[in-house]
């Protein structure tokens, strides 16, 4: 009866500290944030050391069912520990930005957002020129106007091609 409340009680810290940590299960960081003793995983993200602990839950109860003493209370200590550290590094989450590995990511979403923004006065100087070469009269004006719309066009087409590689990094980033 005491096992089973207690077990129930690892079972509801644990369902709590996954909607703590739900905003941030995805963040990869640069390093690992616990010690090798305390989490198995390699990963570096929070869902990964949280899958962990539930597994070891599921390991506790299942000691707990056949009655092996030693293996309950050597996974009762590290599930307590794990959920421990998990909780306190919910808490800090938002003073490690230095750590994240995100920060890759707002560096090409803000390149993305420049290069959209040279895209869009590319083509606006583009469609510019295209409309006074329509209504300019003289042969030499148009040559010099025909010449500015190619070069706006070639400009707009490599700013086009950036977009796609900064697109295809950010996808790659964002699996």
Same mark, same amino acid.
């Given at each position: 009866?005491?096992?089973?409340?207690?077990?129930?009680?690892?079972?509801?810290?644990?369902?709590?500290?996954?909607?703590?940590?739900?905003?941030?299960?995805?963040?990869?960081?640069?390093?690992?944030?616990?010690?090798?003793?305390?989490?198995?995983?390699?990963?570096?993200?929070?869902?990964?050391?949280?899958?962990?602990?539930?597994?070891?839950?599921?390991?506790?109860?299942?000691?707990?069912?056949?009655?092996?003493?030693?293996? #309950?209370?050597?996974? !009762?200590? @590290? *599930?307590?520990?794990?959920?421990? =550290? /998990?909780?306190?590094?919910?808490? %800090?989450?938002?003073?490690?930005?230095?750590?994240?590995?995100?920060?890759?990511?707002?560096?090409?979403?803000?390149?993305?957002?420049?290069?959209?923004?040279?895209?869009?006065?590319?083509?606006?100087?583009?469609?510019?020129?295209?409309?006074?070469?329509?209504?300019?009269?003289?042969?030499?004006?148009?040559?010099?106007?025909?010449?500015? #719309?190619?070069?706006? !066009?070639? @400009? *707009?087409?490599?700013?086009?091609? =950036? /977009?796609?590689?900064?697109?295809? %990094?950010?996808?790659?980033?964002?699996?």
């Amino acid at each position: 009866m005491k096992r089973d409340a207690l077990l129930q009680k690892l079972e509801q810290q644990l369902a709590i500290l996954r909607q703590q940590i739900a905003p941030m299960a995805q963040h990869a960081t640069v390093s690992a944030r616990f010690d090798r003793h305390l989490f198995q995983t390699r990963s570096t993200q929070m869902f990964a050391y949280l899958n962990e602990s539930a597994a070891n839950l599921a390991a506790l109860r299942h000691a707990v069912e056949y009655d092996r003493l030693e293996q #309950v209370r050597w996974l !009762a200590e @590290r *599930l307590t520990a794990q959920i421990a =550290a /998990l909780t306190r590094e919910s808490a %800090v989450w938002s003073l490690r930005q230095w750590d994240h590995a995100s920060p890759g990511i707002a560096r090409w979403q803000r390149r993305r957002l420049q290069h959209q923004e040279y895209e869009r006065r590319l083509l606006a100087m583009k469609q510019e020129r295209e409309l006074r070469l329509q209504s300019v009269s003289t042969l030499d004006e148009q040559q010099k106007l025909h010449k500015e #719309v190619e070069a706006f !066009a070639g @400009r *707009l087409e490599r700013c086009r091609h =950036a /977009l796609a590689k900064i697109e295809s %990094v950010l996808a790659r980033l964002t699996r």
